[in-house]
């Protein structure tokens, strides 16, 4: 288990923040889950959007906390 009590310090994020963040990304992580397993399904739909919506979460991840994170470890 992950347990890391300082994580909102380290991404600089309110609890509500951090909240509404991981809500949308965790939304979208179903909607790759459900595109994917309807490509798997039927290859000829959704051919990119699983692909191209885990990249928007990683994108929005690294935008949003890492950087954030990196920025606390570095000072």
């Known amino acids: 288990m992950d347990v ?3 994580h909102l310090k380290k991404i600089k994020a ?3 923040k951090h909240f509404a ?3 949308y990304y965790n939304f979208l992580a179903l909607l790759v889950f459900i595109t ?3 490509h798997s399904i039927f ?3 959704f ?3 699983p ?3 885990a990249k928007k979460i990683t994108d ?3 935008q949003n906390f890492i950087k954030h994170s990196k920025e606390r470890d570095d000072s």
Do not use: R, V
Request: no cysteine.
């Open 14 to 16: 309110n609890y509500f």
């Open 60 to 62: 929005g991840t690294e």
């Open 4 to 6: 890391d009590l300082n």
């Open 21 to 23: 963040y991981a809500t």
């Open 47 to 49: 051919a990119l959007t």
């Open 51 to 53: 692909y191209k919506l």
């Open 43 to 45: 290859p000829f739909l």
């Open 36 to 38: 994917g397993t309807i």
